[in-house]
């Protein structure tokens, strides 16, 4: 008895000793990582502890997104208000973090690869460095920010409009958003924003902010905006001086149930938003739906190009289960709608006609099986160029040297760009392992006749090119293969005859990427198209744009 309690009491100091020397991050900024399962990394991200952190409490975060050239270390600076000392180049000012006044929140900046934009990769860092912060940290998810300049208040825009319902407020300094993101402006309806910009920045023109906050201002969206006159391209120092943001931040938590919704997308990818999912609609095609409460269990709502919504309404204040119908009028024309059984309620648009159906609708295409080719590149993927065919070494050497090209997202682009920090594989067809198809998107150069592996998924895939016409023809196409998506490359590079416009926040191979649909058939450059456009929910080319393609004589069609 006695050596069972001297035991137990020595076990116990052991734990309470243990628990004094755990170890704990100091307050003020630091670097932390995440792993990023894209390329297999480490992952840095800038962070801010208050002082006195204590993991009892929930505490309010602000994500802080940087602009082109810059990286996480001087953006968790910019945040703060620390502006670069008299003569200091931003490389500098990278090495150390002044002191800076406390405030009680914790501050996130992800470096997302560098100088890459906020979509694809970068984006999905953003969120891992989210949820990162949540893991490690006591977040009150009611109060959580976000905000950047630049190319950041451009992520900041696109990020904070795409999923609407993560932000309890958003706060774009001079943003350069990416080709699409004003389609989303009805998604701000529910979290303020606040606009800064300098009326003489010659990068970032101030007359587009000025439009986003007419716009918004006229959804109803509560939009406020500071204007500096005379201030360039560097409006971030009198938005975020003195600390100006977490103040203003202060004022806002989220509303998890708001009585009204506005939520418009072109992907599955982002299909949702507070009580509101978008289920059935053609995606690259801008879908919409305006779901508001008129009284408790009366709703109005109107869609656009939306074929069946679901509505998850448990918990909304105004709605009362206790076995009472919902009033719905949708388009101006009211259904009939039970009393409802589950947490949820479905709806789907058959023959003109908006009807309750018991169970949501499935699409064909849905997330992580709709395309475009872009969101081959988004994940982790492999560059896999093929060995059949007998090639002689010059032409598997040739082979390679395409998918390095493809690759090489890490290229230098000068002293300010600098690199993007994104290192993906690139294999032969015979090296690749059962674990790289469970786990990754294929980028696939070749033919059936030269790629083992366009080979071996031949009998799935809508399109082939003749090997005969891949010395003057490209074809470029995305599509889902074991809950992965393959993107084949036939023929010429999908670059070839590439004239890249825009600022360069991607090298050329990898910027275009987002101009392409589904798929695109070209000849000697892929500025002369002979057909493009998205798969219909079959996974086939429309009508007109298959009768192209037959008509070429050059891809065989399943």
């Known amino acids: 008895m006695t050596s069972s309690r001297t035991l137990s009491l020595i076990i116990l100091s052991l734990l309470i000793i243990r628990g004094t020397y755990a170890q704990t991050l100091p307050s003020g900024p630091q670097v932390l990582t995440f792993f990023s399962n894209a390329d297999d990394t480490e992952q840095p991200y800038g962070l801010y502890l208050p002082k006195n952190y204590n993991p009892q409490k929930k505490y309010p975060l602000v994500v802080m997104l940087h602009g082109a050239g810059s990286n996480h270390r001087l953006e968790l600076r910019r945040v703060f208000g620390k502006s670069n000392a008299p003569g200091e180049t931003d490389v500098e000012a990278s ?83 990416p080709k699409g993101t004003q389609d989303l402006a009805m998604n701000a309806l529910n979290f303020p924003v606040h606009f800064f910009h300098g009326d003489a920045d010659p990068v970032v023109p101030v007359a587009g902010t000025r439009d986003w906050v007419k716009k918004l201002t006229e959804l109803g969206t509560k939009v406020e905006y500071k204007e500096f006159p005379g201030v360039q391209h560097d409006s971030w120092v009198g938005a975020y001086k003195d600390e100006f943001i977490f103040g203003w931040f202060d004022q806002f938590k989220r509303n998890r149930f708001p009585g009204q919704v506005r939520f418009a997308t072109r992907q599955y990818k982002y299909n949702r938003a507070y009580w509101v999912r978008l289920d059935q609609f053609t995606p690259g095609t801008l879908a919409s739906i305006d779901a508001r409460f008129t009284a408790p269990n009366e709703l109005m709502i109107k869609t656009s190009a939306l074929d069946a919504f679901t509505l998850t309404l448990t918990g909304h204040p105004k709605f009362v289960k206790a076995g009472k119908p919902l009033a719905i009028t949708i388009n101006d024309k009211k259904i009939k709608v039970p009393a409802l059984s589950s947490e949820f309620i479905s709806l789907q648009l058959q023959n003109g006609k908006w009807s309750v159906v018991p169970t949501p609708v499935a699409s064909a295409k849905k997330q992580g099986e709709e395309g475009p080719l872009s969101e081959a590149f988004a994940a982790r993927h492999i560059y896999i160029y093929g060995t059949g065919g007998n090639p002689t070494p010059e032409e598997l050497k040739a082979r390679q040297d395409i998918a390095l090209q493809a690759a090489n997202w890490s290229t230098y682009r000068g002293e300010f760009l600098g690199r993007i920090m994104f290192f993906p594989r690139v294999l032969s067809d015979k090296e690749v392992r059962p674990s790289d198809l469970e786990s990754s998107n294929l980028i696939l150069f070749g033919t059936k006749e030269t790629n083992l592996l366009i080979e071996k998924y031949s009998d799935r895939l809508p399109l082939q090119l003749n090997a005969t016409a891949a010395k003057d023809h490209g074809l470029f196409y995305v599509f889902p293969v074991d809950k992965h998506y393959v993107a084949v490359n036939s023929g010429l590079p999908w670059w070839t005859g590439l004239k890249p416009e825009g600022y360069p926040f991607l090298p050329p191979a990898q910027r275009v990427l987002g101009d392409f649909k589904d798929f695109i058939l070209f000849k000697d450059s892929v500025r002369n198209v002979v057909a493009e456009g998205y798969f219909g929910t079959n996974w086939k080319p429309s009508e007109s744009e298959a009768k192209k393609i037959a008509a070429l004589g050059v891809v065989s069609l399943r």
């Open 95 to 177: 090495l150390s973090f002044p002191e800076w006044k406390d405030v009680e929140y914790i501050v996130v900046s992800p470096y997302a690869r560098g100088t890459a934009g906020y979509q694809g990769i970068p984006e999905n860092d953003v969120y891992d460095v989210l949820a990162d912060a949540k893991k490690r940290f006591s977040i009150d998810e009611d109060r959580v920010y976000l905000t950047g300049l630049s190319m950041g208040g451009g992520g900041t825009l696109w990020i904070g409009l795409s999923r609407p319902d993560i932000w309890a407020a958003i706060a774009p300094v001079c943003p350069a958003p």
